[in-house]
């Protein structure tokens, strides 16, 4: 009796053991108060565009990572408070080329707490990884001062004092001052409840684009202008915390 009681507690055993090496430990979202649309999964990083659906995901920093299959955490980067329903904000996850192969299964997250997939807020999902290296979008800190000197190819550069925009000349990278903004010129203006309001308009003088400078509802700068071929380019950030720019049309 006691022989076939431990051969039926070792089968047990066995078959939890089995059970436990298909098991695959799948990231899901912690709510459906936020989401991520995926950009580019390469061999050098992530991009992936978050935003908030519900309130309860607001205010809160959250951060962008990576995971490889096994659940262990490879990278992170850039939080961003999201202070709206709907903003966007454009997390680039990066990582040395090799970490992962073509064709590898990732976990790509974005969440209120780092280290994990969710926290209490956040995005999760598996993404296969493709060859591609990723260019304009990833970080290259140009470092003469500007505040969006993460994007080498911009068409504007803008620096604060209060606010100075230059047009970019695609060709030679040569910046013309296109906009001045003064403190007072921003106290002027003030911050609407119910409609962003513009501070300023000009023109790069290399394309012809339009470079328009606004406030917003949520008192923020925004400066909407665009590439030699129309394509939009489109930032934003806290006018207390220019360090803090975000992309919304790239």
Not at 228 to 241: C, E, F, L, S, T
Request: aromatic residues 8%; charged residues 15%.
């Amino acid at each position: 009796m006691r022989s076939k009681y431990i051969q039926f507690i070792s089968a047990i055993c066995i078959l939890v053991l089995i059970t436990n090496l298909f098991v695959v430990v799948m990231p899901a979202e912690a709510n459906h108060s936020f989401h991520a649309n995926i950009i580019e999964v390469c061999l050098n990083g992530v991009v992936m565009d978050g935003f908030a659906t519900e309130s309860s995901s607001l205010n809160l920093p959250m951060v962008g990572q990576v995971f490889d299959s096994g659940s262990s955490l490879v990278a992170s980067t850039n939080s961003h408070t999201f202070t709206s329903v709907g903003e966007t904000f454009r997390f680039q996850v990066d990582y040395p080329v090799g970490t992962f192969s073509v064709g590898e299964q990732i976990i790509v997250s974005v969440s209120d707490v780092p280290g994990t997939f969710n926290g209490n807020e956040g995005f999760a999902d598996f993404v296969t990884v493709n060859n591609c290296m990723v260019k304009q979008t990833l970080p290259c800190r140009i470092g003469d001062g500007r505040i969006n000197d993460a994007d080498c190819a911009a068409p504007i550069a803008i620096y604060e004092g209060s606010i100075d925009v230059y047009g970019i000349n695609p060709d030679t990278g040569v910046g013309s001052l296109a906009i001045r903004i003064s403190d007072s010129d921003i106290e002027k203006v003030g911050i609407s409840d119910d409609t962003n309001l513009q501070i300023a308009e000009g023109v790069n003088r290399y394309t012809g684009q339009p470079i328009t400078v606004y406030r917003l509802t949520t008192g923020e700068i925004q400066v909407n202008t665009a590439y030699a071929d129309g394509k939009p380019y489109v930032v934003a950030w806290p006018i207390d915390a220019p360090e803090k720019l975000y992309i919304i049309a790239h």
